[in-house]
């Protein structure tokens, strides 16, 4: 296993003895987080599970509260007794474990029991979405991108079975693109509908030129290939503007950064 960049780890279980690498630093003993990278290497043959939270997380504190079904809000899933779905994503979310509560800004969907923490201070708005075939929007964002592909179509299903059919492409270099915002936003969420024919993809993000952290997504499915995907940007980055410039930089000799259609996020203060 190799992240880059800040992350939070829990070793499930390891057959194997595992040798943990954390920057620069060789260490004899698991630690769960690392600010700079970390390298997970088995000394054997054998089964290692990690779950992995990339990025910096901040300590999730406040009153608990249990709950049934649906939840419209903002906070975190401690516990969920059956499988829970976030921010209208087709995906299951993970499920939730000690040190590990699932962050939501708009709504959690489950038939089950829940846990929650809930953040009462914001919330979560849809300020912009263009699809990658459409000319004139990517025009209006001022779109700039080397090495795409051609646009084609894509008839398939998300992971959950729901059928889609859009157009889909990939780019091996930066692309970039203007977002107006609101000013009085605590931070911006990129949501990126995309084929994971190929794994491993990801990708430097940027804010008007300033390293916002790694967008990864891991997972490849050739069968039922569409997928969604967010990456939060954190409010010192957008803190006051009105309009930002973001950037997605894949480097050299990852498989080529997919994308149908970006959605923009905001987090606001509630009035």
């Known amino acids: 296993m190799d992240i880059e960049g800040p992350g939070l780890m829990e070793l499930v279980s390891a057959v194997p003895p595992i040798l943990h690498i954390r920057g620069d630093e060789t260490l004899n003993e698991f630690e769960e987080s690392s600010e700079t990278g970390s390298i997970v290497v088995a000394l054997d043959v054998g089964e290692v599970s990690i779950r992995v939270s990339v990025g910096r997380t901040a300590p999730v504190t406040g009153d608990t509260f249990k709950t049934v079904g649906d939840f419209q809000g903002s906070g975190w899933v401690l516990e969920a007794s059956d499988s829970i779905r976030v921010d209208d994503r087709k995906e299951i979310a993970p499920a939730p474990a000690k040190g590990f509560a699932i ?53 398939s299903q998300f992971s959950d079975g729901t059928a889609f059919s859009s157009t889909v492409a990939s780019h091996l270099n930066a692309a970039s693109f203007r977002c107006i915002v609101p000013d009085d936003n605590l931070g911006l969420i990129l949501r990126k509908t995309f084929d994971r024919f190929h794994g491993r993809q990801r990708a430097r993000v940027f804010v008007d030129n300033q390293f916002a952290g790694w967008w990864f997504e891991p997972g490849e499915d050739r069968i039922k290939r569409w997928h969604t995907s967010d990456f939060g940007i ?38």
């Open 103 to 155: 962050p939501f800004f708009r709504s959690v969907k489950t038939v089950g029991q829940l846990t929650l923490i809930t953040s009462t201070g914001i919330k979560c708005e849809s300020v912009d979405r263009f699809r990658i075939d459409d000319a004139l929007s990517l025009k209006v964002r001022d779109f700039k991108v080397q090495n795409m592909s051609a646009v084609f179509p894509l008839d």
């Open 234 to 271: 954190a409010p010192e980055f957008t803190r006051g503007k009105s309009e930002v410039r973001v950037t997605i930089e894949p480097p050299a000799g990852v498989p080529l950064w997919s994308v149908s259609a970006m959605e923009l996020f905001a987090l606001r203060p509630k009035p």
